[in-house]
């Protein structure tokens, strides 16, 4: 009985919008694995080695640059994705901006995930 507060204000609609929020922010995270390895390689082998205040002995290692442009033009592409998919394209239709921006702590999860199970 539609309209008549059995199905507890939830519309056909509705049901559909949360998994399309919920799948297309794990599509956003499958695309930000890329910076996060970046990320995470800067933090852990970048970080080690020994500079003082002239510079670095030991030279940096020339993987460096492509992470720190792979970090940095990853997560523009990502924050790019995010402020299409969740706040324009919804705000232009009518969605809900709560639901959308909510799922998109679901970001991080492809990485994370990854990251547990020993895939990168």
């Known amino acids: ?5 059995t199905d507890g204000g939830r519309t056909r609609g509705a049901a559909g919008s949360w998994w399309a929020a919920a799948t297309a922010n794990l599509l956003i995270g499958l695309a930000a694995i890329l910076p996060g390895v970046c990320v995470r390689w800067l933090l852990t082998r ?28 990853g997560s523009a592409f990502v924050l790019g994705m995010i402020l299409v998919v969740d706040i324009l394209i919804p705000w232009q239709e009518g ?3 709560n639901l959308w921006l909510g799922m998109s702590t679901l970001v991080p999860a492809p990485f994370a995930v990854a990251q547990v199970a020993g895939w990168i």
């Open 46 to 73: 970048y970080a080690v080695i020994p500079c003082g205040g002239f510079g670095c002995a030991d030279g940096t290692p020339d993987e460096a640059v492509g992470m720190v442009l792979g970090a940095v033009l």
């Open 1 to 5: 009985m539609h309209g008549s507060g």
């Open 95 to 97: 969605r809900p901006l």
